[in-house]
């Protein structure tokens, strides 16, 4: 007979279910657990795995997902098979707050789901896109687009996967530069509450502190993933020549190689935080403004670097020109458009959404959802003239 409390390996549904549940009970204090979950549509009961568990599951099986693989996350339009893509960049950030959470017995299965979808959301180009995309969004009275919110858009609407609360939450919550040195959750009680909450940052404000700890673990491991491997990346292509670029004073306290950031910033986070009595997420102040200062660094040197933003005015100009031709495809309903074939008329897309969504509101969706070479194939496409194979007589 099985005996409870026995963590040997399960053999059955319900021993599984208990077995999981018992886990759990070992988590700290503040760690969000199964029981907590919150499904706003709750369609199908829970099986073996866990709710989050279950989240994780159906991200990774969307077609968001799988268009990862081609989504710039910095260095876009850079011809170099071994620099940082988006898909790389969300296995990170998912190993590195797994990491994190594990050390400050926190729920996993809640920290990866948060991490495999918090990044659905970004357009073809990176945040440059983003920004191309968000002024067209507002020319058309849909306001600021951020790629959060398009993250729970295209996962709680466009495909309908009936996250938790929890999940969806830590996703809306991930980005927002900000110097915090400490994070503590902030309660979202309801899927009304957290309704609004997507309202106010699709009005344009700030995200405010996720609802769980395992939220704000993903917050930070963002930062830990790329800030450092973007160092590397540059170097990687010659945008920095070499470490002696990097100032002394980072390189003495954070390190001045991707590996040496990540596991300085790892452990800083795990020795500062309190996940046991007082439940927040904190960096030392010595690490903390190093941090912040090395963020300018690599906007000054990295980010806003002439040969990367050499390009920005044409890219500028395709987003123009894909956005007000696919707007006039859907007011004529030119059925044969890409938006129609690949988008609005697909069965993966959620007919609810499409009724609900004004034509300008779909073509912001379309496109933000592009991968850079799909974008860029549908830009040759209503830009250069086709040739015709064949003979005329």
């Not at 989050?52 to 990774?60: M, N, P, T």
């Not at 260095?75 to 790389?88: A, G, K, Q």
């Not at 609360?165 to 991930?174: K, P, R, T």
């Not at 799909?374 to 007589?393: A, C, I, M, N, S």
Request: charged content about 30%.
């Amino acid at each position: 007979m099985e005996k409870r409390g026995d963590l040997s390996k399960p053999t059955s549904v319900s021993s599984i279910y208990r077995y999981t549940r018992e886990r759990e009970a070992l988590l700290s204090p503040h760690a969000c657990r199964s029981d907590q979950s919150q499904r706003r549509k709750n369609r199908k009961p829970e099986d073996i795995r866990t709710p989050y568990s279950r989240d994780a599951d159906r991200i990774i099986h969307t077609r968001a997902y799988t268009r990862y693989i081609d989504k710039t996350q910095v260095f876009y339009l850079i011809e170099n098979d071994h620099i940082t893509h988006r898909v790389i960049h969300v296995q990170l950030v998912s190993k590195i707050a797994r990491t994190i959470g594990r050390s400050l017995r926190l729920n996993e299965d809640l920290i990866e789901a948060i991490a495999l979808g918090h990044d659905i959301g970004h357009t073809p180009y990176g945040h440059f896109g983003e920004s191309c995309l968000s002024d067209l969004c507002k020319d058309h009275g849909l306001g600021k687009f951020s790629h959060n919110v398009q993250s729970v858009r295209s996962l709680d609407l466009i495909e309908d996967q009936d996250l938790t609360l929890q999940v969806l939450d830590g996703i809306l919550c991930h980005n927002g530069e900000t110097d915090d040195r400490s994070i503590s959750p902030k309660p979202c009680h309801d899927w009304p509450e957290f309704d609004r909450k997507v309202k106010t940052c699709e009005a344009g404000s700030r995200a405010t502190a996720p609802t769980t700890l395992e939220g704000c673990v993903v917050k930070f491991a963002d930062t830990i993933a790329y800030i450092g491997r973007d160092l590397q990346d540059a170097l990687e292509i010659g945008i920095i020549k070499g470490p002696e670029e990097v100032p002394r004073e980072f390189k003495e306290i954070l390190g001045d190689d991707n590996r040496t950031i990540v596991d300085t910033l790892i452990h800083d986070l795990i020795d500062h935080s309190d996940a046991d009595d007082r439940g927040y997420i904190s960096y030392s102040q010595e690490v903390e403004q190093t941090l912040t200062a090395f963020r300018i660094f690599s906007r000054d040197h990295i980010y806003n670097n002439p040969k990367l933003t050499a390009e920005r005015e044409k890219i500028s100009g395709m987003y123009r020109i894909l956005f007000s031709t696919y707007l006039r495809d859907i007011e004529r309903d030119q059925y044969n458009s890409k938006i129609f074939t690949d988008f609005i008329n697909t069965p993966w897309v959620n007919r609810d959404y499409l009724q609900k969504t004004p034509p300008a509101g779909l073509v912001r969706d379309f496109i933000a959802g592009m991968t850079d070479r799909y974008f860029l194939k549908r830009f040759e496409d209503r830009v250069l003239p086709h040739r015709v194979e064949g003979t005329f007589r």
